[in-house]
């Protein structure tokens, strides 16, 4: 299912983590067009140079590290996922190809990239909104890091052994349709991190409102029911592991952790 404009979120939205009453996340929404029309959107192209200007730095070695167009002087390791990349990697003899849906430039791959480089093989296929697709292709794709617009451009290509949504999934309108394809792709793992979850029967649809000081937009934004969504993988998947990422959200007056979970293909 190729990307549509505007599917994607910028990830300097979704590094907000605590707001005031005015921002964050509010509202429970019966449909994403109810939403959406509530919401001002995004000037794609502002977020995309921001992020192209902190992701040159980094490629540049001027900086080790970057998130949302934010530079680092040292790396960020996410320990969970760098465990789950190389656990992958040690039962398919130290060759690794996954699909980082919705990467940004290649983030988690910089991220992640001092530590499997002694890998026979990496394969980081990176799918992303349109304009992100084809400033990564120009200027950022090495001879792991390779951007696509959809799973079907990527599938005939590869056969990757996970399948990562790092804070992209809840900022999808039919995220279970993509999982869907996930299910169907035969694609032996999956990874939902950094994805905040609500002890409810139903998933509730929210508007997240960024403070100015970060960009001044709103979205539509998907808070999971844990239990609806293992039971929709439980069908094709089973849990490997879970984790937290020490990074909370705050939903009306409620504070939930950023979650993350390994599953496994039955």
């Known amino acids: 299912m190729p990307l549509k ?11 907000v983590a605590r707001h005031s ?4 996340w509010h509202g429970n929404y ?3 067009e109810a939403a959406q029309q509530k919401t001002t959107g995004y000037d794609a192209n502002s977020v995309l140079q921001r992020v192209r200007a902190g ?4 490629k540049e070695g001027q900086y080790a590290y970057e998130r949302d167009g934010i530079n680092y002087p040292n790396i960020e390791v996410a320990y969970p996922l760098l465990a789950a990349l190389l656990w992958i990697a040690s039962q398919n003899n130290n060759h690794l190809s ?3 849906y919705g990467g940004s430039l290649g983030t988690s791959y910089r991220q992640n990239f001092p530590f499997l480089k002694h890998l026979h093989s990496l394969q980081w296929n990176l799918i992303e909104q349109p304009m992100f697709v084809d400033e ?7 001879e792991h890091l390779r951007f696509y617009y959809s799973l079907n451009e990527v599938l005939p290509q590869h056969q990757p052994q996970l399948l990562l949504f790092s804070s992209s999934l809840q900022y999808m309108q039919q995220p279970y349709e993509l999982l869907t394809q996930a299910k169907q792709s035969g694609i032996p793992y999956l990874m939902i991190d950094r994805t905040a979850f609500i002890d409810t029967p139903e998933d509730r649809l929210t508007i997240q409102k960024v403070p100015p000081a970060f960009y001044d937009a709103s979205y539509p934004c998907w808070f999971f029911s844990q239990s609806k969504m293992n039971n929709f993988l439980q069908d094709t998947y089973e849990p490997v592991f879970g984790f937290t990422s020490g990074q909370k959200v705050v ?3 409620e504070e939930l952790d950023y979650t993350g979970q ?3 293909r039955i």
């Open 30 to 32: 019966p449909t994403w």
């Open 5 to 15: 404009k505007g599917e994607f979120i910028p990830a300097i939205v979704k590094r």
């Open 98 to 100: 996954l699909i980082d």
């Open 55 to 58: 992701a040159l730095k980094v």
């Open 136 to 142: 990564g292709r120009k200027n950022f794709e090495d």
């Open 21 to 24: 009453f005015k921002y964050g």
């Open 262 to 264: 390994l599953w496994k």
């Open 251 to 253: 939903l009306g007056l």
